[in-house]
C-alpha cells in the first residue's frame, strides 16, 4: 500500500464518519465522487467539521471560500492537499 493509498482511506473514513449514514461504506465513496449536492451530500455542518478535521489530522489549513472549494471538491483533491502541506 502506498502512502497515497493510505491517506485517501484515512480521508474517505473521515468522510463516512461525518456523513454518519451506516448504510454508505468506505468502499462506496469513490476517489471523484463530489462531496456536496449531487456527490455524497455533505452540508454546512458536515463541512464546517471535515475542515476542522483534516486540519487535525494533517495540518491542512483552508482559511477562506474560495481555498475550501478547490480542495473540498473530492477525495482527490483534499489527498493531493495533503501531499503539498506534508512536503
Same mark, same amino acid.
Given at each position: 500500500m502506498t502512502v497515497r493509498?493510505?491517506? /485517501? =482511506?484515512e480521508v474517505?473514513? @473521515?468522510i463516512v464518519q !461525518? +456523513? =454518519?449514514?451506516? /448504510? !454508505?461504506?468506505v468502499d462506496e465513496v469513490e476517489d471523484e465522487m463530489p462531496l456536496f449536492s449531487d456527490g455524497l451530500g455533505l452540508d454546512s455542518i458536515d +463541512? @464546517? /467539521? +471535515?475542515v476542522v478535521m483534516l486540519d487535525r489530522k494533517y495540518g491542512l489549513k483552508i482559511k477562506n471560500d474560495e481555498k475550501g472549494r478547490k !480542495? +473540498?471538491?473530492n477525495v482527490n483533491t483534499i489527498? /493531493?492537499? !495533503?501531499e503539498?502541506?506534508? =512536503?
Open positions: 493509498s493510505v491517506v /485517501e =482511506n474517505k473514513e @473521515l !461525518i +456523513l =454518519n449514514q451506516p /448504510e !454508505i461504506t +463541512l @464546517l /467539521e +471535515l !480542495i +473540498l471538491q489527498v /493531493e492537499s !495533503i503539498v502541506v506534508q =512536503n
